[in-house]
């Protein structure tokens, strides 16, 4: 079975984003009182509560302590107990992996200060807030209708769409969510071969070299510069969240909490200029989202429509987060999110994705003799190989060396057929090729399942 989703904007009136507003707080409210109970279980008997019974308990009492639930479609408050089910058995597959358990920040800053690394660790689920932004609720397929640019949903009727879903297929589920000052459904279809698969442009070989300066190069020497967008929008959003700043002041001092610590449970009412302050930062945020997602979306379908086989590195970019003088440019690029675009888009084309060795020397080894340059740095942007003297961009090479490391098995120096970098990268022409040393490997390939 093959699933696709499609995210539209929906056409909205305060009325209907006051209601999904409301669906989304239902939603959150349900997760957190599931979760609770399930913490109180724990502690009073040792044992893993049953979320199917929760759930039970829930719906047996909803009527009588929460009738404002009913407001809201029924799937906004039934789903979230199979969300927390996902989340619990995420973090107890995570102890049979070995991973060390999480149960709140705390104990995740005492664990980081002994030296473990995030990706040792399986973190217990949390309580949702209201100022994280993520709001959403699920709609099975039997609650809401397609037709053309128009959904039908329940207690609202029928909404108009930006546009219309553009694949076909049978509808499994949709989902509402919020980003910035706009309102999405995400609707997931079960679709054909036909629909699901397309067909490539050409049959390349490529490495990609992921990074700051360019987010990608590929080994045929074509960059994909990063634009950067929350530095270029950092001092307007700066300049718009200290507005937002001095009109909670004001109210504090209107309370008489300005400089004094908050009691906890205190709620700060907003002006209406606080609001219409705090839209115009969402609106830059969600700018900064739209512009980052268009530009990987775009350069992975690029490199993956053009090659058969794509060589990137296995980056772990948890680690590489943790070094405070990169993590903000690295989160501008959004590195993960590139490779998990490539993967998923390279199941469509049929394309292989080929994970070189984390520790693989990809920057360092000379992309003409192999020699390796163990003294380089990473403010080294160009070095010159001791042995050939050809002078490398440090990307650009590394690059090189992930083709490389597919197009020349390890451990073998015989010549291979490969593309040439000034020609053409579906045609390519022969050269030598150097002897990879050193080079783990792990292959994923693209199944028509």
Known sequence: MHTLT?????????????????????????YNWALGKCNEIRLETGKNPSIPELKKQFNALKEVEFPWIYDSPKDANQQPFTHLQKAWKRFWDGAKQGKRLVWNHKQKKELLAEGVKISQMSFAPTFKRKKDNHH???????????????????????????????????VLSGNISREGQYWYIS???????????????????????????????????????????YRTAKRRLAIRQRRVSRKQEAQLEGMGLKGKPIPSGTKIPQSNN???AQTRVNRVHARVVNI????????????????QVVVIENLYVTGMLQNRKLSSALSDVGLGEIRR???YKALRYQTLIHVADRWFPSSKLCSDCG???????????????????????????????????????????????????????????????????????????????
């Open 371 to 449: 020699w390796k340059n163990t003294e380089l740095k990473l403010s080294d942007r160009e070095w010159k190989c001791f042995e050939c003297g050809v002078v490398h961009d440090r990307d650009l090479n590394a690059a090189i060396n992930l083709r490389n490391l597919l197009l020349l098995p390890r451990g073998h120096s015989e010549s291979h057929a490969s593309p040439d970098l000034e020609g053409s990268p579906e045609m390519g022409s022969t050269r030598e090729m150097p002897p990879v040393r050193d080079a783990g490997q792990e292959t994923k390939h693209a199944e028509s399942a």
């Open 274 to 276: 606080q609001k219409k």
């Open 136 to 170: 959403s609720f699920y709609l099975s397929n039997d609650k809401f209708a397609l037709e053309g640019k128009k959904v039908r949903l329940p207690k609202l009727g029928w909404l108009e769409m930006t546009e219309k879903v553009r694949f076909e297929g049978r």
């Open 187 to 229: 609707v997931t279809l079960e679709v054909s071969d036909a629909v699901y698969f397309k067909p490539r442009t050409f049959d390349g070989i490529v490495g990609v070299d992921l990074g700051i300066k360019h987010a990608a190069i590929l080994s045929t020497g074509e960059p994909f510069e990063n634009p950067k967008p």
């Open 6 to 30: 499609h995210k539209i904007r929906l056409k909205t009136t305060p009325e209907h984003e006051k209601f999904f507003s409301r669906a989304c707080g239902v939603a959150r409210f349900a």
């Open 341 to 343: 675009q490539l993967e």
């Open 292 to 307: 980052r997602r268009d530009f990987q979306h775009k350069t992975t379908t690029k490199i993956i429509r053009k090659n």
